[in-house]
């Protein structure tokens, strides 16, 4: 089944560590995205990236890097400049402008927490 | 400044009547609405969606409405089922902006369904 797949799903760091959230899909998608989600809060967009080896920062970018090596990859990097790092991570995928017409339907994976001790 | 507004945290309905979740938006370039569904612990699913070309989609129990000139979206639920309780998110893009993939997200609205 096509689909995507975060790991892992629960992850503890201390602080001071930078940790790497895994995303892979078998979608065929071009289009990959990181939101993060806080309670009571919308989806807010760290990064995304429309092609292989091009990412663009999105609304909260700050402590976070992402790497875009193989269209079905795009890992994102939790930095120790994050300073609130404790959140719910959702990488999700789309196919890109042009490839299908309507709306620009997001599919998303399960999600990982992250806590920071 | 959030662009999409769901004013309404939380919704109680009873099982079998219609649910309606409100989303209001400031950016008139938004040329697309989505309505998302949302489990705890789980990635959101993509429910419904709507060009602003339209004043109304439909799929199955779930219908969409859009007012342009207030601004303003609804998704209605019915009838209404307790597997229908979730968080709903409502999202919107703008399409025509060039290289512009983003969905821009509300916070929310947790509706629950009473047996």
């Known amino acids: 089944d096509g689909g995507i797949t975060q790991s892992p799903k629960y992850l503890f760091r201390k602080e001071g560590q930078n940790v790497t959230l895994s995303c892979e899909q078998n979608?065929?998608?071009?289009?990959m995205y990181w939101y993060r989600q806080d309670p009571g809060q919308g989806l807010r967009l760290i990064y995304y990236?429309?092609?292989?080896?091009?990412?663009q920062k999105g609304d909260i970018a700050e402590g976070y890097s992402v790497s875009r090596e193989k269209k079905e990859s795009f890992p994102l990097t939790v930095t120790s400049a994050q300073k609130n790092p404790t959140a719910f991570y959702l990488c999700?995928?789309?196919?890109?402008?042009?490839?299908?017409?309507?709306?620009?339907?997001?599919?998303f994976g399960a999600g990982s927490r992250l806590t920071v001790l | 400044d959030q662009q999409v507004k769901q004013n309404s945290p939380s919704l109680s309905v009873q099982e079998g009547r219609i649910s309606i979740l409100n989303c209001d938006y400031t950016n008139s370039m938004f040329d697309y609405f989505l309505w998302y569904k949302k489990h705890p612990a789980e990635g959101p699913t993509f429910l419904i969606s709507?060009?602003?070309?339209?004043d109304k989609n439909e799929d199955g129990r779930f219908t969409v409405f859009l007012n342009k000139s207030a601004k303003h979206l609804s998704l209605h639920i019915v009838p209404s089922q307790p597997g229908d309780s979730a968080v709903y998110f409502c999202a919107a893009s703008v399409g025509s902006r060039a290289g512009s993939y983003q969905l821009t997200f509300g916070k929310g609205t947790k509706l629950s369904v009473i047996p």
């Open positions: 999700a995928s789309s196919f890109k402008k042009g490839q299908r017409s309507g709306a620009n339907v997001l599919t």
């Open positions: 990236s429309q092609i292989v080896n091009d990412f």
């Open positions: 709507i060009s602003s070309i339209k």
């Open positions: 979608l065929n998608h071009d289009a």
